[in-house]
């Protein structure tokens, strides 16, 4: 039988031995049963049963709080951005920026 989580997914009978660790189940299937069938053996086991170590309820300031971090992580990566291209590039620098800028604007709007 094939078992899943202790629970009998198919049980085929074996008519020939499984040699080179491929086998065949042949029957009279639908296409929806064995496609259900496909699906379930393509998902696996997990390795192991699963233990709850930590369960609690966070609030929606955890949210925010992310939200603010990442924002002002964005401000502090484009103004290294900026300063990098303009110290690295000088003038052209400032036209990429420019560009740049630009290109934010109107992926944003």
């Known amino acids: 039988a094939i078992i899943l989580d202790n629970e009998v997914i198919s049980a085929p009978q074996i ?5 080179g660790g491929t086998g ?3 029957g009279s299937f639908t296409v929806e049963s064995a496609n259900d069938l496909a699906v379930l053996l393509r998902a696996g086991a997990l390795p192991a049963d699963l233990t709850i170590v930590e369960e609690r309820t966070v609030g929606p300031s955890l949210g925010s709080d992310s939200i603010a971090a990442g924002q002002f992580a964005s401000i502090i990566a484009g103004v290294l951005v900026v300063g990098f291209m303009l110290f690295a590039y000088g003038r052209l620098g400032l ?4 560009a740049l800028l630009a290109n ?3 992926i944003i709007a």
């Not at 008519?15 to 040699?19: D, G, K, M, N, V």
């Not at 036209?95 to 420019?98: E, F, G, K, M, S």
Request: aromatic content about 0%; overall charge neutral.
């Open 95 to 98: 036209i990429a920026n420019i």
């Open 24 to 26: 065949q189940i042949s």
């Open 15 to 19: 008519r020939e031995p499984i040699l």
């Open 104 to 106: 934010v604007a109107l």
